[in-house]
């Protein structure tokens, strides 16, 4: 079956750093782009940043762009959200996306920027 799994989140302070991963398995990881989203409290779900098949080609929200970096092992069935000077508006639960068949989460993550 497919699993999304995702790690890395933790408590940091604004101005740090965080590398997320995902986990990806029960389907041909290489096939489909895949996404991150967030969802912060009493907030809807949003897309934080798409990485094409290949990693030939990203896309990120204007919020995070110059900050954040999505990246891609299709060798080892990983995706991956470097996310550098984090700020308070980041906190939120970061997810990741996979759009095969019906459409895929994983659980999330949590992801808390504060001081």
């Known amino acids: 079956q497919v699993q999304l799994v995702e790690s890395g989140g933790g408590l940091v302070q604004p101005g740090g750093s965080l590398r997320l991963s995902c986990a990806a398995s029960?389907?041909?990881?290489?096939?489909?782009?895949m996404s991150w989203y967030r969802q912060a409290p009493g907030k809807e779900r949003e897309v934080v940043a798409t990485?094409?098949?290949?990693?030939?080609?990203?896309n990120y929200r204007d919020s995070v762009k110059g900050r954040f970096t999505i990246s891609r092992d299709n060798v080892v069935n990983r995706m991956y959200l470097q996310m550098n000077s984090l700020k308070p508006e980041d906190t939120a639960v970061y997810y990741c996306?996979?759009?095969?068949?019906?459409?895929?989460w994983g659980q999330g993550t949590q992801v808390t920027v504060s001081s």
């Open positions: 996306y996979a759009p095969y068949s019906k459409g895929y």
């Open positions: 029960g389907f041909t990881f290489s096939a489909y782009a």
């Open positions: 990485i094409s098949m290949g990693a030939g080609h990203t």
